[in-house]
């Protein structure tokens, strides 16, 4: 699944969500190809009826297949509860960082820093004035994109979920293509998502 240069990301519609479920899926053939799921325990599940989720732990883990019985992880996106800037961090099936996230100060839009584990920055994600549209960007290049896709008046009107495409440019370093897909999920996933 990571040698993939686009990614159409569905959001699951639910009731009273507590967690997240994301399809991932090829965007020419609609087919699904992986999914990201939100992990958390029964405490923290407990504590996010009179708490704000963004303040709250999660990880979300990324799976290659569709069928439960023979999915395997590929990464995992763990965010520790954080008031101000948290630290979002990408480790591999093994537990070892591959790389993180930092939010930047101050932006219009949204924005945070990819750095791969030993601190060097490879990516700008900045949003536009909406906050939801991002582009990756490594000085003048793009490296890739996120684009909010609609979802129907019902949809968008009465649910946070949200669909959306990542684009990953030509990256043909492995951990490079992972830190900027998990960039992409991260900004629904553990960055944007509401309450």
């Known amino acids: 699944m990571l040698n993939r240069t686009q ?6 519609v639910d009731f009273m969500k507590l967690s997240g479920k994301y399809d991932i899926l090829d965007p020419q053939t609609k087919a699904k190809i992986g999914e990201a799921r939100e992990e958390i325990g029964g405490l923290v599940k407990l504590l996010r009826l009179f708490i704000n989720k963004r303040l709250m732990p999660t990880t979300v883990t990324v799976y290659e297949t569709p069928d439960a019985q023979t999915r395997r992880p590929l990464f995992a996106i763990r ?3 954080a008031i101000f800037r948290p630290k979002v961090l990408v480790r591999d099936t093994q537990g070892a960082t591959l790389g993180f996230f930092q939010s930047k100060l101050f932006s219009l839009g949204g924005a945070f820093r ?6 060097t920055e490879i990516a700008l994600v900045k949003g536009d004035w909406k906050g939801w ?3 990756f960007l490594s000085g003048d290049a793009e490296l890739g994109a996120v684009t909010k896709k609609w979802a129907g008046l019902g949809k968008e009107l009465f649910t946070s979920a949200d669909n959306y495409m990542i684009t990953v440019n030509g990256a043909s370093d492995p951990t490079m293509s992972t830190l900027l897909l998990a960039a992409g999920l991260a900004i629904d996933t553990v960055l944007k998502e509401g309450a």
Do not use: I, K
């Open 79 to 81: 965010r520790g509860a």
């Open 133 to 135: 549209n991002f582009r």
């Open 7 to 12: 990614f159409f990301v569905r959001e699951h």
């Open 114 to 119: 990819v750095f791969t584990a030993d601190g």
